[in-house]
């Protein structure tokens, strides 16, 4: 089967990095996502990675290693409206039929 | 502004009888989908469509139906709702899922609490 494994909470102070990682188990690799929730909200996009490294985009950065079948969120200067969960995505073709699969969330709580 | 709109936003019913909520984006993308969302499974694909008169399911298509005669709309039809696809049910669109557009993300709506009693 195809699965997507995520912590299920991780806790972190305000101003501190936190890294969610993210490994993957699919039959094909497109491309790793990252989405943010707010409770009662809709998940918005935060980062794309389809080759290895590091993809930065302010505070936030995401890194890719496709031998390993793993990535990573990284969120530097947290701040209290980071409190969300946070999802891992992978697309399992290149192709315009392309099924999107996520991971369970991680649940991130900034402590004062 | 660009959006997805989901409709309705709550919803309980009763086992059997049919419903469907409707999607509909305003950023002529190609790529629309489903998805529900339960505690501790995350977002679950049910259909996707990659364009009009083209869909394919997803991971947890039983019970569903989808539809796709107009590219701005998606609507998922439960034809008779049972109990277990008491859910939160999200719509998202995206410019497309081909190579060309693999950085582009997906747009979600609001989201539709459905509960089938």
């Known amino acids: 089967g195809q699965s997507l494994e995520q912590p299920s909470e991780v806790t972190a102070v305000e101003g501190a990095i936190v890294q969610i990682n993210c490994t993957y188990q699919?039959?094909?690799?497109?491309?790793l996502s990252w989405y943010q929730q707010h409770d009662g909200g809709a998940p918005t996009f935060l980062s794309y990675?389809?080759?290895?490294g590091l993809e930065e985009t302010g505070r936030f950065s995401s890194f890719l290693s496709r031998s390993d079948s793993y990535g990573y969120l990284l969120l530097q200067e947290l701040q209290m409206k980071d409190s969300a969960s946070y999802f891992c995505?992978?697309?399992?073709?290149?192709?315009?039929?392309?099924?999107?699969?996520f991971g369970s969330g991680t649940r991130l709580s900034i402590r004062p | 502004e660009a959006q997805v709109t989901q409709n309705p936003r709550y919803l309980i019913t009763v086992t059997g009888k049919k419903l469907t909520v409707t999607c509909s984006q305003n950023m002529n993308h190609e790529y629309m989908s489903w998805y529900r969302q339960d505690p501790g499974l995350g977002l679950r694909q049910i259909y996707y469509s990659m364009n009009v008169e083209v869909t394919d399911k997803g991971d947890v298509p039983e019970g569903y139906k989808v539809s796709r005669k107009e590219k701005r709309n998606f609507p998922l039809i439960l034809e008779s709702p049972s109990p277990n696809q008491t859910s939160l049910y999200f719509c998202?669109?995206?410019?497309?899922?081909?190579?060309?557009?693999?950085?582009?993300?997906?747009?979600f709506g609001d989201g539709t609490r459905l509960s089938i009693l």
């Open positions: 995505a992978v697309r399992d073709s290149p192709s315009s039929a392309s099924k999107i699969i």
């Open positions: 998202a669109s995206g410019q497309g899922t081909g190579l060309a557009y693999s950085n582009q993300p997906q747009h």
């Open positions: 990675n389809a080759l290895d």
């Open positions: 699919t039959s094909g690799f497109y491309g």
